[in-house]
């Protein structure tokens, strides 16, 4: 026992002198996932129908053509466009810049014709492992090495699970959503932990920050929504900006930050909107009632629309088709989610039961109707990776299935900030009040996208359409594991005190 003892002293030893616990994080992250992505046999996913959009706006289009494979397989290479694309497709993201980088680094290093998507990949994990180092960091501050590294070990085991990761080898928008969330929370973590005031460091870090910001809700519509979150993390800035310009700053940014995702909502092309209304309506309001043609009754559409109940825009059968000028003109043109949200709110009870239903999907993160080996391996079709996904298979097996337990939840969370809030704002520790304000953001956020689901796609492609929900709430779970290992949930001393701080000068 004491030869182990000092063995395990003695590696510890080594371990600290050479791996600091954020270079521990990037460095199992960075292995697990190089393997998943890069290493025979290659992981991905396949496409369920969403890739054309992206690959037509981005000048790409597919090696093998429209095939079952495609879904049932993960495909990883696609031809570049030799000439002008004069059939681009309308759609805007940020994820656009991503997807421009890796193919020019594919042209570099690869070919002018033909690109792999690992390219993708590379430039998606690159991008991440420089948020995990930043968030480990922030998480570790003011914490005894040993217990640094146990929290290292957790965002390893929580956010290195492959169900995230496995996104990096696709054109699901997922992946995106998923790199600047992390970075958007990992900075501005470092900001109230680490960064000190008047320094060019917290300057960076607040650039970077408003830059991720902007890029993590334009990536889709459904992120245009996170604004709300945003503000509110955002209210918490001010406890470190004193003096009069830099509040205005702020208030400058936060403003013009709802004003340009107010304009994208009315400007951006929608071409998915019939799509959208048609599952919210015969996967959502029709699917949660027991009397569907008296919901659309007493909307105003025919009732006998009630018999498209549970089906969806691809179907290829089809009482009316989805597509024909019938159903725009008696169904779409009477329907928005406004009708929706006004349906849920005179029957609050179905939106209930919708909301209970969709909580399982939040734990599988990666949709099982797509393939995610290649062909070439000889796996069977639509077979599944398992490799490191223990933690959202835990999650699966064993958090509660009951949307009552995110209001659960909630109440822990003000409860448990609260109180840092109070003694914060009574001890002048702004690292309380801003972890307040951040906290807050984060899980009305979550809410924010798990109730827009509902209404806007019903219970269509929920796994992807909740994704942003399983990441906050394990961003959620891990800053209050991380705070108690720390012992700062309620006292986290710094030397800025409120009336203090300067911030950051000109």
Not at 310 to 324: D, I, K, M, Q
């Amino acid at each position: 026992m004491e030869k182990i003892k000092k063995y395990m002293n003695s590696a510890f030893e080594w371990l600290s002198r050479y791996i600091s616990p954020s270079l521990l994080a990037v460095l199992g992250i960075g292995l697990v996932t190089s393997i998943l992505l890069f290493v025979y046999p290659i992981n991905g996913l396949g496409d369920n129908g969403e890739y054309f959009r992206v690959l037509n706006s981005n000048s790409l289009y597919r090696v093998n053509g429209d095939s079952y494979d495609n879904v049932a397989y993960f495909v990883k290479d696609f031809s570049i466009m030799r000439y002008f694309n004069e059939t681009t497709t309308h759609f805007v993201s940020t994820q656009q810049f991503f997807i421009t980088v890796a193919i020019w680094l594919n042209k570099l290093f690869y070919s002018q014709t033909l690109f792999d998507i690992r390219f993708l990949g590379f430039v998606y994990l690159s991008c991440f492992l420089v948020s995990i180092y930043i968030l480990v960091r922030g998480l570790t501050e003011g914490v005894s090495l040993k217990k640094s590294y146990l929290i290292s070990l957790l965002v390893i085991f929580i956010l290195g699970d492959t169900s995230y990761t496995i996104y990096f080898n696709s054109f699901y928008t997922e992946a995106t959503s998923f790199l600047l969330s992390v970075s958007v929370l990992a900075f501005s973590v470092y900001f109230y932990r680490v960064t000190k005031p008047r320094t060019w460091l917290r300057r960076i870090v607040l650039v970077i920050l408003a830059q991720a910001v902007v890029l993590l809700i334009g990536t889709t519509r459904q992120e245009y929504l996170l604004i709300i979150g945003v503000i509110i993390a955002g209210l918490g800035f001010f406890v470190y900006l004193s003096q009069r310009y830099q509040r205005l700053s702020m208030t400058a940014f936060l403003i013009a930050l709802i004003g340009f995702t107010t304009l994208a909502a009315f400007i951006v092309p929608n071409d998915i909107y019939e799509r959208d209304v048609y599952h919210s309506m015969t996967r959502g309001v029709m699917k949660d009632s027991k009397v569907p043609d008296k919901r659309m009754s007493e909307g105003g559409i025919n009732p006998q629309y009630g018999l498209q109940k549970g089906r969806s825009y691809f179907e290829e059968y089809s009482p009316v088709s989805p597509t024909s000028e019938q159903m725009k003109k008696d169904f779409f043109d009477k329907t928005s989610f406004g009708w929706v949200l006004l349906n849920y709110l005179n029957y609050p009870s179905e939106l209930w039961q919708g909301l209970n239903s969709a909580v399982p999907n939040v734990y599988l993160v990666k949709p099982n109707n797509v393939g995610n080996f290649e062909k070439t391996t000889g796996r069977a079709p639509l077979e599944q990776s398992k490799f490191f996904m223990v933690y959202n298979r835990i999650k699966a097996s064993f958090f509660p299935k009951n949307f009552a337990f995110y209001l659960l939840l909630g109440v822990i969370l003000f409860g448990l900030y609260g109180v840092g809030l109070y003694r914060g704002l009574k001890r002048n520790e702004p690292r309380l009040v801003f972890r307040f304000f951040l906290m807050t953001g984060i899980y009305l956020n979550l809410l924010v996208v798990f109730i827009s689901t509902i209404i806007i796609d019903g219970d269509s492609d929920l796994v992807r359409h909740l994704f942003l929900v399983s990441v906050f709430l394990d961003f959620l779970l891990l800053q209050i594991v991380s705070d108690v290992i720390g012992k700062r949930m309620w006292q986290d001393t710094t030397p800025q005190v409120i009336g203090e701080v300067e911030g950051i000068e000109k």
